[in-house]
């Protein structure tokens, strides 16, 4: 396994959960890493990138100011910190390494992009 995404969970609707992307993937730190989603029915839409070094981050227009994308390379891990979660976050939360080693601001929004993905974790919000 190269990429295990965790914290995914039941949360009422104002609530928060904090995800982790945990990787063993050979260098971890060199890549930016991003958080994808799928809701049932829909197709699997970009949530965040993080910059290897974690200065730089973008964000589905959303989730901006409700969801936080870091990491520790330290830990080989990445986290989202998703607060005020709404109903319309239900979905399956998938973690994935960055093709390059610098974001480009034109395709970071596609899937195409990002290799090695996690299995995914279920975030399910009630109303």
């Known amino acids: 396994v190269q990429l295990q995404a965790s914290g995914g969970g039941l949360v009422q609707a104002g609530g928060s959960l904090r995800l982790s992307c945990a990787g063993s993937?050979?260098?971890?730190?060199?890549?930016?890493m991003g958080w994808f989603r799928q809701a049932p029915g829909k197709e699997r839409e970009f949530v965040a990138v993080?910059?290897?070094?974690?200065?730089?981050?973008y964000y589905k227009g959303s989730v901006k100011g409700r969801f936080t994308i870091s990491r520790d390379n330290a830990k080989n891990t990445m986290y989202l910190q998703m607060n005020s979660l709404k109903p319309e976050d239900t979905a399956v939360y998938y973690c994935?390494?960055?093709?390059?080693?610098?974001?480009?601001?034109?395709?970071?929004?596609?899937?195409?992009?990002?290799?090695?993905w996690g299995q995914g974790t279920q975030v399910t919000v009630s109303s």
């Open positions: 993080v910059a290897s070094n974690g200065n730089s981050t």
């Open positions: 994935a390494q960055y093709r390059a080693t610098m974001i480009s601001t034109y395709d970071y929004t596609r899937a195409l992009r990002y290799r090695y």
């Open positions: 993937l050979r260098l971890f730190s060199v890549y930016p």
